[in-house]
């Protein structure tokens, strides 16, 4: 998988070949496409990243943090969980935007729409039941937030936002999310 990432990054995804791919990893053809085509390499690769990123967040986790915060911290803590992903898809926007083509076309499972979804959705959930919102709106919050976050990522890959107009659009949904509750005016 290192060696299709470097491919894909260095050449470009379509450029890239499985045969390339393999030569650049000293294993046989086989074994690449024991994970799959292009497509489910591409997957494989951004899978791995963003369950990195949950894993390394599990210490944070079980410190089981409960301190109660304000709405400012509340919109910096949601921020440092997503930017990283939001800094990745805007490394290599052509990357990006083949992985959400993929994703879109429903040809590969990701883990990013089933585990990883779950994780972040408690992720945020969490972190919002720290804040003046009652747990139905927690609930409703991290759903709202998640749901924002896959479009922005989308819209990043697309090239349609930088990742500063990105992470300021974000600030703004989780601004209303945090301040207004979900309830209606």
Known sequence: MASAERLFREQGFGASTIRQIATDAEVSTGTVMSVGDKD???VAIFDTWIAAVHEGRD??????????????AATQAVLNLVEPFITYF???LELSREYAAVIVRGTHASAVFQALARALLTELET?????????????????????????ILMTVGNGALDQRAAVAQFREVIRFVVHRGGTES
């Open 40 to 42: 489910a390499l591409l």
């Open 59 to 72: 210490g944070e986790r079980e410190q089981g943090h409960v301190t109660p915060l304000a709405p400012a």
């Open 90 to 92: 805007a490394l290599d």
């Open 127 to 151: 972190l919002l039941a720290r804040t003046p919102l009652t747990a139905t709106q927690a609930g409703a919050g991290a759903r709202t937030l998640y749901f924002a976050y896959l479009g």
